[in-house]
């Protein structure tokens, strides 16, 4: 299948993952495209608008905002990828076993699940970081408690369904481990909703680290957070609105491209929607 072939018939996870790999290398190489520091003020040249040595223009500090805005790209995906990481694999395996154990393991996970979930996403998040305190590690862990139940829920459907699979059975007459069942038998039947339910899931995390951020309770200035840079810049909205203008608009491309990606690889991993 050709790159345009495919493009045409996945267009939505082609163009998702273009953005994607184009945030991953403005993160890696953006900084190095211009001669400043993110944390090199210039108070002469304060709400500076985009120009050709400030090519975002400037924060309320004098700061380039092309290089805030490629270190905070960098800052969020750390997040995300890691709280989405740690939460993906921990929540697979609670929910894997939860799903083939049953019984009272069954009872006891779905129960601690469903506590989890009869809190709203970024309350709980709050609460976590209220106890914690702010900064990135904390909010990576407040994140990974958020996010584990999703994985665990979808986990747990499949091991239900898959235990009573006469490859299964056949393991367990032939002596196999339970353990060894899991991982080598279900978990790989189990990849690819867990993969897409990821990739959607790195949108979130960032809106969820930006919107921490943003309320104060996540990244701390003078960090180059994007929830931050847009709380800042909804207070000089009217003389300089591309301070909050460039977040925003970082988020929503960075969001849609993690959406589109995993939409589009949602269709690709369903063989009901491939085409021949």
């Known amino acids: 299948m050709t790159f345009f072939k495919l493009f045409r018939q996945r267009w939505s996870m082609m163009v998702g993952a273009l953005i994607v790999v184009a945030l991953l290398f403005i993160a890696a190489f953006g900084p190095s495209m211009v001669s400043y520091k993110p944390d090199?003020?210039?108070?002469?040249?304060?709400f500076s608008e985009p120009t050709t040595t400030h090519w975002l223009g400037t924060?309320?500090?004098g700061r380039d905002l092309w290089t805030r805005t490629a270190f905070g790209a960098r800052l969020s995906l750390f997040i995300a990828l890691i709280s989405v990481g740690i939460s993906s694999l921990l929540g697979t395996w609670v929910g894997l076993s939860a799903g083939y154990f049953g019984g009272w393991f069954d009872l006891l996970v779905m129960r601690v699940v469903d506590i989890f979930l009869g809190f709203p996403i970024i309350i709980l998040a709050l609460a976590l970081i209220a106890v914690l305190g702010p900064g990135p590690i904390n909010v990576i862990i407040a994140l990974i408690a958020v996010f584990w139940t999703q994985y665990a829920r979808v986990a747990r459907s499949i091991a239900l369904a898959e235990r009573e699979q006469e490859y299964v059975k056949a393991a367990q007459v032939l002596g196999a481990s339970n353990i060894r069942i899991i991982a080598r038998h279900i978990l790989p039947n189990s990849l690819g909703p867990?993969?897409?339910l990821a990739t959607l899931g790195l949108g979130t995390a960032i809106i969820a680290e930006s919107a921490l951020s943003f309320l104060g309770f996540g990244v701390q200035p003078p960090e180059p957070s994007w929830g931050w840079t847009l709380s800042y810049g909804m207070r000089v909205l009217r003389?300089?609105?591309h301070l909050s203008m460039v977040?925003?608009?970082?988020?929503?491309i960075t969001v849609l491209?993690?959406?589109l990606m995993g939409d589009g690889l949602r269709d690709y991993l369903d063989p009901r929607g491939m085409t021949k």
Do not use: E, T
Request: aromatic share 8%; hydrophobic share 50%.
């Open 194 to 196: 867990i993969l897409v």
């Open 59 to 61: 924060d309320n500090f």
């Open 247 to 252: 977040p925003g608009i970082a988020i929503m």
């Open 40 to 46: 090199q003020m210039d108070m002469s040249n304060r």
């Open 257 to 259: 491209g993690f959406n």
């Open 239 to 241: 003389n300089a609105p």
